[in-house]
């Protein structure tokens, strides 16, 4: 075993005949343990930007939690706004959405007339682009994120810049 790999030992009940007994050990790289839970967003008006980024997507409602303002995505991340007066970094933002979704939220931008690129660099305006096979999207929050909206994950149909 090599230094560093965490060994998960899994061995077959009594129930089962002994020559179906198994041993399995993963590498650490296979189980994965480690889900990414939340980030902050600071926004002008947390109660908005939250609101926006749930309506755009079609998420639930946010919810309030101490100061943050809180959007929770299907796999159970949270973007947790929180008021700043101070200056704000455009940030970047990513979902991974099904073709179907892609339609509601597509329509959505378009029919608000939001700007929208077909690369982070902006420079593809009232353009998608259709990378692994799929179709995606970058538009802006009230605060100038930056946000994606993508059907295939990147590299999952062998597209790599
Ligand atoms: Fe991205």
Redesign the pocket.
């Known amino acids: 075993m090599l230094a560093g790999q965490h060994v998960i030992s899994v061995t077959a009940s009594s129930e089962m005949a002994a020559d179906t007994k198994t041993t399995l050990s993963l590498a650490r790289e296979e189980y994965m343990a480690i889900q990414f839970n939340h980030t902050i967003v600071l926004a002008r008006d947390s109660q908005a930007s939250a609101t926006f980024l749930a309506d755009m997507l079609g998420l639930p409602s946010p919810t309030r939690w101490g100061p943050f303002v809180m959007v929770t995505t299907e796999n159970g991340a949270n973007l947790d706004y929180m008021d700043t007066a101070g200056h704000i970094t455009p940030q ?1 933002y ?1 979902f991974l959405i099904s073709e179907s979704e892609f339609d509601e939220i597509f329509a959505r931008v378009r029919e608000r007339n939001l700007p929208y690129w077909a690369d ?1 660099g902006q420079t593809q305006a009232g353009a998608i682009n259709h990378h692994d096979g799929g179709r995606g999207a970058y538009f802006k929050d009230p605060n100038g994120h930056l946000l ?1 909206i ?1 059907t295939r994950a ?1 590299g999952s149909g062998g597209w790599n810049p």
């Open positions: 970047h990513a982070p994606e993508i990147y």
